[in-house]
C-alpha cells in the first residue's frame, strides 16, 4: 500500500470514528434530551427533580466534552489531497455542532431553570450543522 492510499486508509477511520462517537453520544443523551425538552415545551422544568436535572446537565456535559475530543481529533487528522477543502468545511460544520452543544449545555442554568431560548437556539444550531456534516460525509465517502 503507498503513502495515499495510507493515508486514505487512516483518514477513512476517522471519519468513521466521528461517526460512531455522534451516534453513541446522540443514543445515549436522547432520553435526556427528549424529557428536558417536554418539561421545557410543558413549562415543567421545575418538576424535574434536583438530582435528575444535575445528571442531565452532567451527561450533556460529558458528551459535548467527548465531541470537542473529537473535533481536536478532526483537527488533527490528515485528509487525502482530494478531500481538503471537503475536510476543512466538515470541520467548520463539526465545530459548529459542538458550539451548540456547549451553548445547549449553558441554557441550564444553576437555578435549576432553563433559557428556553437559548435551548432552542442551541438546538437549531445543531440541527443545521448535523445537516451540514451528513452533506460532507456523504460527499467524503463518494470520493474515498
Not at 86 to 102: I, P
Not at 114 to 134: R, W
Request: aromatic fraction near 6%; hydrophobic fraction near 35%; proline fraction near 1%.
Amino acid at each position: 500500500m503507498n503513502k495515499t492510499q495510507q493515508r486514505t486508509m487512516r483518514y477513512a477511520q476517522l471519519i468513521n470514528g466521528m461517526i460512531q462517537n455522534l451516534e453513541d453520544n446522540q443514543t445515549d443523551l436522547n432520553s435526556d434530551y427528549e424529557r428536558l425538552k417536554e418539561a421545557i415545551e410543558a413549562d415543567k422544568v421545575a418538576d424535574i427533580t434536583s438530582d435528575d436535572y444535575w445528571t442531565i446537565q452532567e451527561n450533556f456535559q460529558k458528551g459535548t466534552d467527548s465531541y470537542k475530543d473529537q473535533l481536536q481529533k478532526l483537527k488533527r487528522g490528515q485528509a487525502p489531497a482530494k478531500l481538503m477543502g471537503t475536510h476543512h468545511l466538515l470541520l467548520d460544520a463539526y465545530e459548529e455542532f459542538v458550539d451548540g452543544c456547549q451553548d445547549m449545555v449553558d441554557s441550564m442554568l444553576d437555578d435549576r431553570t432553563v433559557d428556553s431560548e437559548k435551548f432552542l437556539m442551541a438546538e437549531q444550531a445543531q440541527d443545521t450543522a448535523t445537516d451540514k456534516i451528513s452533506k460532507y460525509i456523504q460527499k467524503i465517502t463518494q470520493l474515498i
